[in-house]
């Protein structure tokens, strides 16, 4: 590769990484707000859970829509991601300007998470097209910015005294600049020949062995993944209540903040391991980490903020150190036209599951206490492992990494 093809690819990747920082921070922005809210609104678990569920079942409907009639093969995907990032903005920003009770909120939300199903899996394939060896690398550097981007509400819902409504605003703000950034992105030299419109493609996920264990490794980490965003502030907040009453060293967004914000090292970790040591391993690794820590932070819950934290945090950092890594596997595992589509598909069934982990989590807090909910969460990466380890015996794992599986 030239030497201004090589800065031209920098350049893109940057640009991107900047825009999925900014246009993803609008997922949690209503999650982060919701302290504050409650302080002016009388929400139920129900309707708690609803403000991030939504998102969840608009991505969910965006992702299958666009995985069926295979959108992101067969459209201009700058332009795709530039139309979402906007649409992101003007619905998040309306939701700063209706009550957070209201049915409209949630229709809002659902809104939001469909417009994501243009931003997330389409700045996978975008950056996808600049691989040139390091595809998990690449990806696990865009999953480290959709983590970041998705804490930075909580950053903003930690400096006291700010109104519920500035977190939503000020991530409505993120996805408008993401529309900008994208329109300076180019596309990279691997792109694949648009696939012709078939309703049979959007089957080639399951009709696929090899490519159905590494979805299955993904469900099971997607069961955990949002579940432990969408409440370990709450955990936090109950946790230092119980320890220090008012009285707390640290704010528990501002915890929250650190613990998933931190998780971006843990992308980028997983994908530079990950393209010299093998998928499967990395994936597999990094879910037996997070399926303990699901076990043990509870075992924390009313300790000393330094341990709490201690724990927390390498659950953040290993939550998302395999996330990346299913992707990239999914991509590898694809038929080259198809791989956008697949990547789609993949993140739709994944986040339809957390539609059920994330409304479960409430009521298990309330039948078993702080201290035993999270356990809930760690059958899904128990599962995930048996998936790809699966996936790691079979001949088409050559195909991943390097062939180093």
């Given amino acids: 590769m030239s030497g201004s093809a090589d800065s031209e ?15 993803l921070s609008t997922w949690f922005a209503a999650n982060a707000a919701v302290g504050q809210i409650k302080l002016h609104f009388k929400l139920g678990p129900f309707q708690e859970a609803l403000l991030t569920s939504s998102v969840q079942a608009g991505y969910v409907v965006g992702t299958l829509v666009s995985a069926i009639l295979t959108l992101p093969d067969r459209l201009d995907l700058r332009r795709m991601f530039f139309i979402c990032a906007l649409l992101a903005a003007a619905t998040t920003a309306a939701l700063a300007f209706v009550p957070p009770t ?38 696990g550097v865009l ?25 939503v605003l ?19 030299p691997n792109r694949a020949k648009a696939p012709p419109f078939r309703l049979s493609n959007a089957l080639q996920g399951w009709r696929n062995k090899a490519l159905r264990q590494a979805n299955f490794g993904y469900f ?7 579940a432990m965003w969408a409440w370990i502030a709450a955990f936090l907040a109950a946790s230092f209540s119980a320890r220090y009453s008012a009285a707390a060293p640290l704010d528990a967004h501002l915890a929250a903040f650190v613990v998933i914000a931190t998780g971006a090292l843990g992308a980028f ?25 699901c076990l043990v932070i509870g075992l924390t819950f009313g300790g000393p903020v330094w341990l709490v934290m201690a724990v927390a945090i390498v659950w953040g950092v290993s939550v998302i150190t395999d996330s ?7 991509t590898e595992l694809s038929d080259p036209d198809l791989r956008g589509s697949m990547l789609t598909l993949q993140t739709s069934i994944g986040f339809a599951l957390t539609l059920v982990s994330i409304h479960l989590l409430p009521y298990v807090v309330d039948l078993v206490g702080w ?16 998936a790809m380890l699966r996936l790691r015996n079979m001949p088409e794992a050559q195909k991943m990494a390097g062939g180093r599986r």
Avoid: K, N
């Fill in 9 to 23: 690819r920098r350049r893109s990747i940057a640009l991107l990484v900047l825009a999925e920082i900014a246009a």
């Fill in 102 to 139: 209201s049915s409209l909120a949630p229709a809002l939300r659902f809104v939001t998470g469909a417009s994501m199903a243009g931003l997330y899996p389409v700045g996978m394939a975008l950056v996808a097209t600049w691989a040139r060896g390091d595809l998990g690398l690449l990806i």
């Fill in 143 to 167: 999953v480290g910015a959709l983590t970041f981007g998705s804490a930075t509400p909580h950053l903003a819902a930690s400096v006291a005294g700010l109104d519920w409504r500035t977190p």
């Fill in 170 to 188: 000020v991530s409505a703000g993120g996805a408008l600049l993401a529309a900008i950034l994208v329109r300076f992105v180019t596309l990279g």
């Fill in 220 to 226: 099971g980490h997607m069961w955990e993944l949002y």
């Fill in 269 to 293: 970790a997983g994908g530079w391991f990950a393209d010299r040591l093998g998928r499967t391993l990395v994936t597999s690794a990094a879910m037996s980490v997070s399926a303990t820590c």
């Fill in 324 to 330: 990346a890594q299913f992707s990239a596997s999914v």
């Fill in 371 to 386: 201290r035993y909910a999270f356990c809930a969460l760690a059958i899904g990466p128990a599962l995930g492992v048996i």
